[in-house]
């Protein structure tokens, strides 16, 4: 963490309901003032574009509470202003294809962040539900190298594990899984193996763990997971690599808008990844997070937690965006 700088807290994964709107009262009233925000990248290059012009227009007409960062400095600058920065980040990759021009146009755009595969396999490598992990391709590499000039924050959250350690050891600069949890307690296609954990510290990475319930449920039927649940899981990273190297992404709405849509979405697409927990708990979104942790609102609530056992407060500050920021700081250009 940066001592002469003001702490930034950081949301690694939000995404909106529909169109990008701006954050509810709740949000807005949050300690958390940066967050990654899910870019609507699943039609296309066009529509892709409409919506990022769509929250650069939100941003204007809502100027005294947002702010788009596009670099380190914005991110100060916006948080001593009381704004909460907006950090443009693609989660499906679909609307850069196989070309790098697209890339630089999307960074021209402020994009500063991109998910290298979303669940199923791309050009750039596998995703984490694929049959056969073919690992990152050709292009994958060019992707990442080109990433590391421009500046640009690499996130294999939902790749493949040969994707996930390819890039690690690929990248010259250090690599995230905004919203990921450990495999180990939570045992499905989406959560990450002691391995690729510990590769991503030693390469000065940062995991941000995500309330979302399929990812921290133990496996109990009927059972939503708990704040203590998904605590284990912080607590399990840290042990493995380090206060260091742990963050927090929320996988929620920044206006508290009900995922309906995205619930039947994931239920239909990816059975292997939230079909034991819908079929054993529920599909209702109200049960979508851990208790007591639907989002950046409820952060308080994870803060006296990992104090509750025994972390100081420069390790919460590490866990709230401090490891994000040094991360960011680092890797933006």
Excluded at 27 to 39: D, E, G, P, W, Y
Excluded at 263 to 280: D, H, I, N, R, W
Aim: aromatic share 10%; with cysteine.
């Amino acid at each position: 963490m940066e001592s002469d700088n003001q702490q930034l807290v950081i949301d690694g994964c939000m995404y909106p309901v529909g169109d990008f709107e701006g954050c509810s009262e709740s949000v807005q009233k949050s300690k958390m003032n940066a967050f990654f925000l899910t870019l609507l990248s699943f039609e296309g290059f066009s529509e892709t574009i409409r919506s990022i012009a769509n929250i650069y227009n939100v941003v204007d007409q809502q100027e005294k509470t947002l702010g788009v960062a596009r670099t380190y400095a914005e991110l100060q600058k916006n948080a001593a202003a009381g704004k909460k920065s907006i950090i443009l980040t693609f989660q499906e990759p679909y609307p850069i294809g196989n070309s790098l021009n697209n890339l630089r146009a999307f960074y021209e755009m402020g994009v500063r962040v991109v998910q290298l595969t979303y669940n199923k396999a791309n050009y750039i490598g596998s995703g984490c539900t694929e049959t056969i992990d073919r690992g990152l391709t050709d292009f994958g590499r060019e992707m990442i190298h080109e990433m590391n000039r421009l500046g640009m924050l690499i996130d294999v959250s939902h790749s493949s594990k040969l994707t996930t350690l390819s890039a690690i050891q690929e990248s010259e600069s250090p690599v995230v899984f905004s919203h990921a949890n450990v495999k180990r307690i939570s045992h499905i296609p989406r959560n990450k193996t002691d391995e690729e954990i510990k590769l991503l510290a030693e390469k000065g990475g940062v995991m941000g763990l995500t309330p979302w319930a399929p990812l921290c449920w133990k496996g109990e039927i009927n059972q939503q997971p708990t704040l203590d649940d998904y605590l284990d899981h912080v607590e399990y990273v840290i042990d493995l690599a380090g206060i260091d190297h742990v963050g927090y992404g929320s996988d929620a709405p920044p206006d508290d808008k009900i995922d309906t849509p995205g619930v039947l979405e994931q239920a239909t697409l990816y059975p292997e990844v939230v079909g034991k927990y819908y079929s054993s708990v529920s599909e209702d979104f109200s049960l979508a997070h851990a208790k007591d942790f639907k989002g950046s609102k409820e952060l308080d609530h994870v803060m006296m937690g990992l104090k509750k056992r025994g972390y100081s407060d420069d390790d919460v500050d590490k866990f709230i965006g401090g490891n994000f920021a040094r991360v960011i700081k680092q890797v933006w250009k």
